[in-house]
């Protein structure tokens, strides 16, 4: 599976990006990760072949995660941003459909992007 982000940059805060991941091959599930300088990559968001999606608590309520399955895209919509959501944002896959990880545990993903940076100021 090869993933690529785009959509990053610098807000204000309150603002609004969408990031976009494009993807090739098939995966169960898809997500969002996001580091800070220091910090452990965490899930930010995630969402199953069927559709059932997982949030962080920190974002529930600002972003929403979304595929379009015949453009191989998958879509990250950042609404009322905040500083503390600045960082590397990345895009990944998992093809397994049994794993002892939870939905936004980054061990249970095999496939990443490169990564697209979020600076909200």
């Known amino acids: 599976v090869q993933l690529v982000e785009s959509g990053g940059g610098s807000v204000e805060v309150g603002g609004s990006l969408r990031l976009s991941c494009t993807a090739s091959g098939y995966r169960y599930w898809m997500g969002w990760f996001r580091q800070s300088p220091g910090k452990v990559r965490e899930g930010v968001a995630a969402i199953r072949d069927d559709g059932i999606t997982s949030y962080a608590d920190s974002v529930k309520g600002r972003f929403t995660i979304s595929k379009d399955n015949a453009k191989n895209t998958l879509y990250l919509q950042m609404n009322n941003l905040k500083p503390e959501d600045t960082g590397m944002y990345y895009c990944?896959?998992?093809?397994?459909?049994?794993?002892?990880?939870?939905?936004?545990?980054?061990?249970?993903?095999?496939?990443w992007g490169q990564g697209t940076q979020v600076t909200v100021s």
């Open positions: 990944a896959a998992r093809s397994m459909r049994y794993s002892p990880w939870g939905a936004l545990d980054r061990r249970g993903y095999n496939d």
